[in-house]
């Protein structure tokens, strides 16, 4: 058993519930010396830079925890949000695809890979992966009123009506 792992993570816990940051960061790191292969603790790295904003720093340890842990489809969720968040529309795309190939259930991956694909003005894709996202979640309005955003701007305007018919009975 590798005590050093759980020493330095357990303490890095321990600081981040006491909003110690920059003190949990520290042990996050020592943990990664101890255990190079646990990819949790590049994950909770990748957290603590995500919630204060540094989405450049955040990506990075993502793509970390990543290289370590390949088949997480939740990790290139959070590493397409965090891309997303830093204006890498491109590779937030494929990172979001990434995920869906791996769970395509996952919906909020899907929701992400659509928002991005509108956001770069394929409306075509944003509507598919947006349909996607509304059927895994059909009460999530964020995703259908995205979604008829899309089919507006595909001006296919019966569409947008049964999307607004649908988002009325919410």
């Not at 519930?17 to 292969?37: F, G, I, V, W």
């Not at 646990?38 to 793509?63: D, E, K, L, M, V």
């Not at 947006?130 to 701007?153: D, F, V």
Request: with cysteine.
């Amino acid at each position: 058993m590798n005590f050093a792992k759980w020493k330095h993570y357990l303490r890095a816990r321990l600081f981040h519930m006491l909003k110690k940051d920059s003190a949990a960061l520290q042990e996050y790191q020592l943990t990664l010396q101890a255990a190079p292969e646990f990819s949790q603790a590049a994950s909770c790295i990748a957290f603590i830079y995500a919630s204060h904003g540094n989405y450049p720093a955040a990506a990075t340890n993502f793509r970390e925890a990543l290289r370590i842990a390949p088949g997480d489809a939740e990790m290139y969720f959070n590493l397409g949000y965090s891309c997303d968040k830093n204006g890498a529309r491109n590779e937030a795309i494929d990172a979001f695809n990434a995920a869906v190939k791996i769970n395509p259930k996952l919906d909020r991956a899907w929701y992400g890979l659509g928002m991005c694909h509108a956001a770069a003005g394929d409306h075509k894709a944003a509507a598919a992966a947006l349909h996607e996202a509304s059927t895994l979640q059909p009460m999530n309005p964020h995703a259908w009123y995205a979604l008829g955003m899309a089919h507006h701007h595909l001006n296919e305007p019966e569409r947008v009506k049964e999307i607004i018919l649908h988002l009325h009975r919410f």
